[in-house]
Nanobody
Framework: VQLQASGGGLVQPGGSLRLSCAAS????????LAWYRQGPGKERELVAT???????NYVDSAKGRFTISRDNAKNTLYLQMNSLRAEDTAVYYC?????????????WGQGTQVTVSS
């Protein structure tokens, strides 16, 4: 299984970035996908989730600014981030949960750095 995250970079406050996470090798049913982030000196936190049915949820600080989406044909997860703030600076990780009849599986991408600074 491989989750390849990309799209991070340096952006000025108020700018936008779109993160992508390409998944391959997952053979079990995907139940949910998510983006997490870990800022400097902080715990990893959940930013946004999207279920297999398309239901989305966001951390309060991301509501109205971030949009999580998925392209099933491309096996790719996205996070569109607008109106970026300095406090959004973090390494962003994609996360996939899948399930078989017997157990659940959790997969992580390698992380992509987002830096918001003038």
């Amino acid at each position: 299984v491989q989750l390849q995250a990309s799209g991070g970079g340096l952006v000025q406050p108020g700018g936008s970035l779109r993160l992508s996470c390409a998944a391959s090798g997952i053979t079990f049913k995907i139940t949910a996908l998510a983006w997490y982030r870990q800022g400097p000196g902080k715990e990893r936190e959940l930013v946004a989730t999207i279920t297999s049915g398309g239901t989305t949820n966001y951390v309060d600080s991301a509501k109205g600014r971030f949009t999580i989406s998925r392209d099933n044909a491309k096996n790719t997860l996205y996070l569109q981030m607008n109106s970026l703030r300095a406090e959004d600076t973090a390494v962003y990780y994609c996360n996939v949960k899948a399930a078989s009849v017997l157990r659940t599986y959790t997969y992580w991408g390698q992380g992509t750095q987002v830096t918001v600074s003038s």
